[in-house]
């Protein structure tokens, strides 16, 4: 819903708003009410619509641009193939969110497991209290799409806290039971329910916390170059020339992600006292100075020779 507070009164009154949008699950816009539309509206603002993207009705074509692909509500279907689709053999390159909006988001057209990843990758890192660093173990190819999940997987992991704490707290209290006896009313405690209980609401009350703290801290998320934020300066470029990988294949990744890099990467494993690393290259050549960034893979030996 688009609206104004025209006479400023911090009220929103029904002549102030401008537009109103409801949508089926794919996209396509309900018919028979959303009929507000005046021309106090922002005409340029008004053109994003479902999802935040911008609908082009030129030619009346009414597909909206997601970056990637243009996107066709009224079929749910992609205008253009899935430049991923080898990826997805079983799967239509036309589908969109595969076939599955209410589960899925496709927020550029691009791979949307990457967003699928994002969330596992946060929510199992916010129930073990941060202990598998699993946002750094799991490769992807859209950084973008894979901070988004993360976004998701730790508001998700906020709201499993809190379900927890009410959780624990309801079984911890059932598991005092008041009785009638000859002595006036006993309490019969029920220890293992109470321990049980307390257990489960400690815990959501850590993961409510964790999950809060790297929400807000953005933990694990990466550059759009394949670097870490952590590892860039303000101008976005690294901090340092080392930036540690826990694979082979995320360091190769990192490599070839490399903003200046158009090449292949160049592996080196036998550079003494270094781990197996990678160079990004540039027109077929290692880059030089701040540029030569090694991207290493921290689960290889040093080798000592």
């Not at 002595?183 to 409510?208: D, K, R, Y």
Request: no cysteine; glycine share 12%; proline share 4%.
């Amino acid at each position: 819903m688009s609206y104004t507070d025209a006479n400023r009164d911090g009220k929103v009154e029904k002549s102030e708003i401008i537009e109103e949008n409801n949508y089926y699950s794919f996209g396509l816009k309900h018919k028979g009410y959303n009929t507000v539309l005046r021309s106090t509206g922002n005409d340029l603002a008004q053109k994003y619509k479902y999802n935040g993207k911008e609908l082009n009705e030129e030619l009346g074509l009414n597909w909206y641009d997601y970056g990637a692909r243009n996107y066709q509500a009224d079929l749910g279907r992609w205008f253009n193939v899935d430049p991923l689709a080898e990826k997805y053999s079983s799967l239509s390159p036309y589908n969109y969110a595969l076939n599955n909006p209410l589960r899925f988001i496709d927020p550029d057209g691009n791979d949307g497991w990457d967003v699928v990843k994002g969330i596992f990758a946060a929510v199992s890192d916010n129930v073990a209290l941060g202990v598998t660093k699993n946002r750094e173990k799991i490769s992807y190819n859209d950084a973008s799409d894979y901070n988004l999940g993360q976004d998701i997987g730790d508001a998700i992991s906020i709201l499993l806290g809190a379900g927890e704490v009410a959780g624990g707290g309801t079984i911890a209290g059932g598991g005092a039971v008041a009785t009638v006896g000859s002595g006036g009313i006993l309490l019969e405690v029920g220890v293992p329910a109470i321990v049980g209980g307390v257990a489960v609401a400690s815990h959501g009350v850590a993961m409510t916390g964790t999950g809060v703290r790297n929400l807000m801290s953005q933990k694990g998320r990466v550059a759009e170059e394949g670097i870490p934020e952590s590892q860039l300066g303000p101008s976005g470029k690294p901090k340092i020339h080392t930036v540690k990988k826990p694979t082979l294949k995320r360091t190769k990744d990192a490599a070839r992600n490399n903003p200046k890099s158009n090449t292949k990467p160049v592996k080196h494993a036998s550079d003494k006292g270094q781990k197996t690393h990678y160079h990004p290259t540039r027109n077929g050549k290692k880059m030089k100075g701040k540029d030569n960034i090694h991207y290493e893979d921290s689960s290889s030996k040093r080798n000592l020779n």
